[in-house]
């Protein structure tokens, strides 16, 4: 990934550069400089949704023979961490709860005994690094058996928490 500044002014060249995207001369008093080829202002896009990068920032990004703003190389290349529910990447521009250290995709944010989905200032309890509404909590705490699904680390301490936006 390389991240490059734009935007420069033409000094009085005599001969005029050939644009990389048009191929046309630039005689424009600005032009862009990127992976050291020339562009029109107009001609310099995104290879996703095809922004004018002039429009919309001073930098891009590149990777894998695209050019990109930055919001699509977030979206295609980036990522906020794992789902301590399932495991999967959670990209960087999708929204997320977090409890604790953990991050979870929205719809994986439930219940892990019963999967009742919270609301935002309904409470919960995170156990054995589960996440537990406060009746599973509860029965619990009463029982003397703790089921523990495989994949989660037991810890000897528990915490109650309550959900919040970010």
């Keep these: 990934m390389e991240m490059m500044n734009l935007k420069s002014e033409v000094p009085n060249m005599e001969i005029p550069q050939d644009c990389a995207g ?6 424009d008093r600005f032009l862009l400089k990127s992976l050291e080829r020339y562009w029109h202002e107009s001609c310099l896009r995104c290879s996703c949704c095809q922004c004018c990068l002039a429009e919309v920032g001073s930098t891009l990004y590149t990777k894998a023979s695209l050019i990109l703003c930055k919001r699509d190389y977030l979206r295609l290349f980036g990522s906020t961490g794992y789902c301590a529910a399932c495991c999967k990447v959670i990209p960087s521009f999708e ?3 977090r409890a604790r250290s ?3 995709h929205l ?3 439930a219940c892990q005994q019963c999967s009742h989905r919270f609301c935002i200032g309904e409470n919960f309890a995170i156990f054995n690094n589960r996440i537990l509404c406060e009746q599973d909590y509860q029965n619990l ?3 003397n058996e703790e089921p523990i699904p495989l994949g989660y680390k037991q810890q ?3 915490r109650q928490g309550e959900i919040t936006q970010n």
């Design 107 to 109: 719809e994986c944010f």
């Design 156 to 158: 000897s301490h528990h």
């Design 22 to 27: 048009c191929g046309k001369k630039i005689t």
């Design 102 to 104: 953990n991050i979870y």
């Design 95 to 97: 929204m997320v709860m």
């Design 141 to 143: 705490l009463m029982s």
